[in-house]
């Protein structure tokens, strides 16, 4: 199951620096760093390698499966990001 | 090419501080060395970690463990209770070190400028989150928790923390790291609702989504929202709102559609509603409000209609501002220090080899992680200017005589393993009641651990 970044999440971006296959954004270079409240996980080109959980300062990153219950929201976040980018007003 | 450690001072050791320090410090292929001395005008380090991240956030203050293991890196030095502008001055600190990096963040509030705002019972929410945190500037602080109603101005992360703070229940407070004298006044509380006021549109809400939706999630609490006052369809088309904004209007929504629970607390949101004049005699007795309407240019106006607010504490949270430091440049009216790329106003006016990152150089916006990359520019212009030799190398001190020269200015002088026995001492505290820790908001409490021999600390 792909990973997911919750609310903790302080945009530190340590995780964007180690994802191997780089599904996660938006990374310190991208134009939408600036005004990040988090950064998200692509659940379509996630490799669940876990790389990204261990970097993390502030555990904001799970498994999907075991998202805390009130973060369960957060796996759809994740992907709307991903869905919305290319579109017109996109974030 | 240098031929000893370039020497760098960082002022404040809060997020941008830290990273700035962890960016030079991680450098793995310079043909010097780095040393890093991160000076702190409190004992204690972490700056907003400590005293700014609402303290139901615990999780939120782990990145102080990533500060932590950039202390414990070869060349990092910390020296606390030191304050550039009291015990010494920039020029001084910029002949001690090769380069300086100012960190300062943004210690200053913006007022609103309305009547009444200086009767007692008007703050702004810097205090009382810094109360409520045990920052030692604040612990004498008092603020009238005996009315039933608490209105927040300002519509940024800040305004949700202090309503969320105000709106807790004691037991989930009970367990959190906040101060302890502000666990008791909120204990006795009466405040039963909280009015947060947006001067714009929801759709100019400067809060983040994570903060918002946490709103919905309180025990106990009714949010009110008057679907009468967000935005109708066709004000989202024309100002086509990006995801991010869309999610945040979809949760609004959502609650102005909510019947409300009658739960004992509640919060109410209020939009194009602009603080017009506090009144009362001594004490804030009531707030006027002014009904805004959106403008087809996407600001708003108002509409001429009024309605008053009773209540005997108002908190505004419209923004943190900078403050200037004597013997460098400062741009009033954005609270900045002028910088390119982090290095400060041109040679004519600051010291050579002084920049600057975080609030004080881009203005209070961002969360703590946006100041990593602010401070990898910042190092990265640095070192530039380290490689081409642009930096004043000569008179710098070593680690050792500028380590006597604080001591000298300074005999409380905080060091890192001060810093530890207050964090040991503190958790501890935490420990023997199932709190995380208890913070020790005096500054001779605080001394007394940190330097043993401290005079001020033994009084």
Known sequence: MPYVIASPCIADYSCVEVCPVNCISPGPEEPGFGRAEQMYIDPTRCIDCAACVEVCPVNAIFDRNRLPERWQRYAQINAEYFQQRGKPGHA | ?459
């Open chain 2, 1 to 459: 090419m240098l031929e000893r450690p370039l020497r760098v001072a960082v002022v404040g050791a809060g997020p941008s501080g830290m990273y700035a320090a962890g960016h030079l410090l991680n450098q793995p292929d310079l043909p010097f060395a780095i040393e890093v001395d991160v000076l702190e005008r409190l004992p204690t380090p972490w700056g907003l970690v400590r005293a700014g991240v609402a303290p139901d956030h615990p999780e939120k203050k782990q990145v102080a463990r990533l500060f932590e293991s950039t202390a414990a890196l070869p060349g990092f030095r910390f020296f606390g209770n030191v304050e550039v502008g009291r015990d010494l001055g920039p020029a001084e600190l910029s002949q001690w070190y090769d380069a300086v990096i100012y960190a300062v963040g943004a210690a200053g509030d913006r007022r609103a400028g309305i009547p009444g705002e200086d009767l007692a019972g008007s703050h702004s929410a810097t205090e009382f989150v810094s109360w409520y945190n045990g920052h030692p500037d604040f612990c004498e602080r008092r603020f009238d928790l005996s009315g039933e109603r608490a209105v927040v101005i300002g519509n940024g992360n800040v305004a949700l923390d202090v309503a969320r703070i105000l709106m807790l229940p004691q037991q989930q407070l009970c367990g959190t790291d906040i101060a302890a004298h502000a666990l008791e006044a909120l204990a006795a509380s009466r405040i039963r609702e909280v009015v947060i006021l947006g001067r714009r549109s929801a759709l100019h809400g400067a809060f983040n989504n994570p903060e918002l939706s946490e709103l919905g999630e309180l025990e106990g609490v009714d949010l009110i929202v008057d679907p009468s006052e967000l935005p109708d369809e066709a004000q989202i088309a024309a100002l086509q709102p990006d995801w991010i904004v869309q999610r945040k209007i979809e949760t609004l929504r959502e609650w102005s559609q909510r019947r409300p629970a009658g739960h004992p607390r509640r919060i109410l949101l209020h939009f194009l509603a602009a603080p017009l004049a506090l009144s009362g005699s001594a004490q804030v007795r009531s707030l006027r409000v002014g009904r805004n309407r959106p403008t087809a240019g996407g600001d708003v106006e108002p509409t001429g209609e009024t309605f008053s607010i009773d209540t005997g504490l108002v908190l505004r949270a419209i923004g943190y501002h900078g403050r200037a430091i004597a013997g460098l440049p400062f741009d009033p009216a954005r609270g900045v220090i002028p910088n390119r790329d982090g290095r400060i106003g041109d040679a004519r006016d600051a010291p050579a080899g002084a920049y600057v990152t975080g609030w004080i150089k881009r203005g209070p916006s961002g969360i703590i992680g946006t100041n990593k990359k602010c401070s990898q520019d910042t190092v990265r212009a640095l070192l530039d200017d380290a490689m081409a030799e642009r930096l004043p190398f000569t008179g710098t001190l070593s680690a050792v005589a500028v380590a006597a020269a604080f001591k000298a200015r300074n005999p409380d002088l905080v060091r890192y393993t001060g810093w530890q026995a207050i964090d040991r001492q503190e958790r501890l505290l935490g420990a023997s009641v199932g709190r995380p820790r208890v913070k020790m908001p005096r500054i001779e409490e605080l001394l007394g651990i940190a330097v043993p021999a401290s005079a001020t600390g033994a009084r």
